[in-house]
């Protein structure tokens, strides 16, 4: 009892079950974590990689191959595995590609560190080495870069076949229909401004329906809206449809009809009713006058103004997103006209086809052949959920590739090689530190070959002889772009195999892995309210699997 009482500052400040981890006790533990998460997802890496299947407590079913999906379809609870899972979001929101690379690379960087610790290296040694070595690496990366334009179709094309190689979605023939679409629609929406092409994904609309196959996604020039045409009674198509974009609703005001009114009398009422529908009947004629043959109401509309906008041949959809006005305004040239009172001619858009289809038994319309549109759609097609989900992923990494490539306007040889040419330069370039610092920027270099020694594992490759035998290459003249043939199980020029990716998706990766792992080697007090009292193994500290046995190789 005595005891208990005297048991330290934490029995009086901290709530019952509340849990404490400090110093080396607490970085042990969110190494291990942290290491213990990256194990998940360095199965999936590359072509050769495998798929995770996960299933929701709701038994949804997801098959991916896809970093920042597993990891956030996991749940996990650890503050440190959340903090890889933010890197693995960042990655994804950046880039778009390059997330299980960014989630391994920070998994061995903790290793590494823990190691140095082992050995009696303080951490903030070990973070300025990191921080220097992660330099180092930038530079390193830039050095072994080349250039790449929108213009260069045969690269992009490569750009594009690497990006979606690891994902399952069917055949090569497949595969390369799809990359076709995404790089459509990148040069569809890019735009010069003072000489740099830039590309806004958000204006690249990826609509999905299950249903048909992958083989049936198509591009589509404009927006695909998924929402039906207001009234049965209005055109179901119309060519060379001139828009109109309303932030309107065509509806009499709610506080209009609540407001006391005194009705005494039949006629009172009609005369009322008549009043609204006048109201009402005004709306459509300012739309009609602007000629506009098509509108897209972002609220709602009522049905009498729906019935007046089918006796004047207009066809409406009510209730669009915003962020689908914006596309639209984007793809027709049509400007969002906020009072009825704007709209003229010339706040209309274009497009050479407005059409309500039936797609797997749902209304969808297609606002297609627009003029030079600065957004686009891809339909994406699948016989399942699962399928066109993937598949909706894959786009998403390879127009991220894409964009990245474009934008930035470098590329490196993928496989592994970049990885090994900046591990060599680290080691080369240690020396020079010299000091505990060397040994961090040493460890940083082991860190970068994860990435070649995955991709050796995946192909069924002895790991540690493929990298012995790349380190020599990449010493020897003209062998810089040497990395892993995952296809023939062998060593092989990575440039003349047209393995290449965005230099962002890689510089992206280093930086993002290295806050993460600096941020959690600062971490040498952990304090966990939650402790004993949640579920077993869902949450505490104590909470994750693997622990520091699984960090052996
Ligand atoms: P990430 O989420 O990191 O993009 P991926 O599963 O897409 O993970 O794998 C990317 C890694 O696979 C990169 O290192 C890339 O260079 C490598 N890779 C992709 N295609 C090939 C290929 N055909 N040959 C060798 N390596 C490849
Ligand atoms: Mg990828």
Known sequence: MAENQLGGQQYMVLPEGASRLLGKEAQRTNIAVGYA??????????????????????????????????????????????????????????????????????????????????????PAAIIRGYEIAREKASAALKAASSDISISDDDKLARIATISVGSKNIGSDVTKKYLTKLAIQAIKQVATKHDGKVMIDKDFIKLEKKEGGSIEDTQFINGVLIDKEIAHPGMPKSVKDARIALLDVALEIEKTETDAKIEITSPEQMQAFLNQEENMLRQMVEKIAKSKATVVFVQKGIDDVAQHFLSKQGITAVRRVKKSDMEKLSKATGARMVTSLDDLTEEDLGFAGIVEERKISGEQMVFVEK????????????????????????????????????????????????????????????????????????QAFADAMEVIPKALADSAGMDPIDTLVQLRSKHKADNGRSFGIDVYNNKIADMESLGVIEPLKVKSQAISSATEATVSILRIDDMISSKGSKGPAGAGGMGGMPGGMGGMED
């Not at 990689?49 to 038994?59: A, H, I, R, T, Y």
């Not at 098959?63 to 609870?77: F, K, R, S, W, Y």
């Not at 339909?379 to 490539?405: H, N, P, Y």
């Open 370 to 441: 627009c003029k030079d549109p600065k957004s686009v759609s891809i339909f994406v097609r699948g016989a399942t959920k699962q399928a066109t989900d993937e598949v909706e992923r894959a786009l998403t990494d390879v127009i991220g590739a894409l964009t990245s490539a474009v934008e930035n306007g470098k590329y490196v040889t993928g496989g592994g090689s970049t990885e090994i040419e900046i591990a060599m330069k680290l080691r080369e370039s240690a020396t020079d530190i010299g000091g505990r610092e060397q040994l961090a920027i």
């Open 37 to 122: 998460v990256a194990s998940i997802v360095k199965t999936t890496l590359g072509p050769k990689g495998m798929d995770k299947m996960l299933v929701s407590e709701l038994g949804d079913i997801i098959i991916t191959n896809d970093g920042a999906t597993i990891l956030e379809e996991m749940n996990v609870e650890h503050p440190v595995a959340k903090i890889l899972v933010e890197v693995a979001k960042t990655q994804d929101k950046e880039v778009g590609d390059g997330t299980t690379s960014a989630v391994i690379l920070a998994g061995d960087l903790l290793k590494a560190a823990g190691q140095l610790l082992d050995q009696g290296i303080p």
